[in-house]
């Protein structure tokens, strides 16, 4: 993730990171997409929506779910969930911030 600041990529303001989260139970996924320099508190998350308790989802119920490898997940990758397992989670300061 490092280096990744040291890439000078077009409109880095629309900078994203992506998150693939379950609940305890592994009943429910989460897709968090926020700013790229944000950092997400799963505890926070989790008294804020209302979940179970929540950790990272493994690189095998990402290709289970979505069919995607680790490093592929973008919020297309919903495109694949044909079970409709996963909930997406759009930070706020994407939708707020306006398209030039």
């Known amino acids: 993730m490092a280096e990744l600041s040291n890439i000078e990529i077009p ?3 629309y900078d994203a990171k992506n998150l693939f989260v379950r609940d305890d139970k592994k009943r429910n996924y989460y897709l968090i997409t926020v700013k790229g320099n944000k950092r997400v508190n799963l505890k926070e998350f989790r008294k804020n929506n209302n979940t179970r308790p929540l950790s990272f989802a493994s690189a095998d119920d990402l290709m289970e779910i979505m069919g995607l490898i680790l ?5 297309l990758g919903l495109l694949n969930d044909t079970g409709c397992k996963v909930t ?12 030039p």
């Open 11 to 13: 409109y880095p303001e």
């Open 88 to 99: 997406l989670f759009l930070d706020n300061d994407f939708i707020l911030q306006a398209i």
């Open 71 to 75: 490093g592929a997940l973008t919020p």
